[in-house]
């Protein structure tokens, strides 16, 4: 069973950064492909980022693009989220996940950590 644990989040004040970790443990064959979620209160959960283990080829949201990064480690089996920049509309519980494919599709991703909140106040 492939587990996911995230940590880093906490409370930044608007136009700080912070650097969330995922730790991958467990069968990781089927994981070639790690992502970041959010979900806001009352909102869907949305598309962050994602990266492959093996290329580094990322994808981001849109509205992520140019201050968030997402990277990996490799030799740690980690995967960051580097959120700079931060706005209080970025408040959020942020998830990791993993699957066999890149896709922005929440349903793609077959394995989740249980989220990590990031607050961020004006």
């Known amino acids: 069973q492939v587990q996911l644990v995230e940590s880093g989040g906490g409370l930044v004040q608007a136009g700080g950064s912070l650097r969330l970790s995922c730790a991958v443990s467990g069968p990781t064959f089927s994981t070639s492909i790690m992502g970041w979620f959010r979900q806001a209160p009352g909102k869907a959960r949305e598309f962050v980022a994602a990266?492959?283990?093996?290329?580094?080829?990322?994808l981001y949201a849109g509205s992520m693009k140019g201050r968030f990064t997402i990277s990996r480690d490799n030799t740690k089996n980690t995967v960051y989220l580097q959120m700079s920049s931060l706005e209080p509309e970025d408040t959020a519980v942020y998830y990791c996940?993993?699957?066999?494919?890149?896709?922005?599709?929440?349903?793609?991703?077959?394995?989740w950590g249980q989220g990590t909140q990031v607050t961020v106040s004006s």
């Open positions: 996940a993993a699957g066999p494919s890149g896709s922005p599709r929440l349903d793609e991703y077959y394995y």
């Open positions: 990266i492959n283990w093996s290329t580094g080829r990322t």
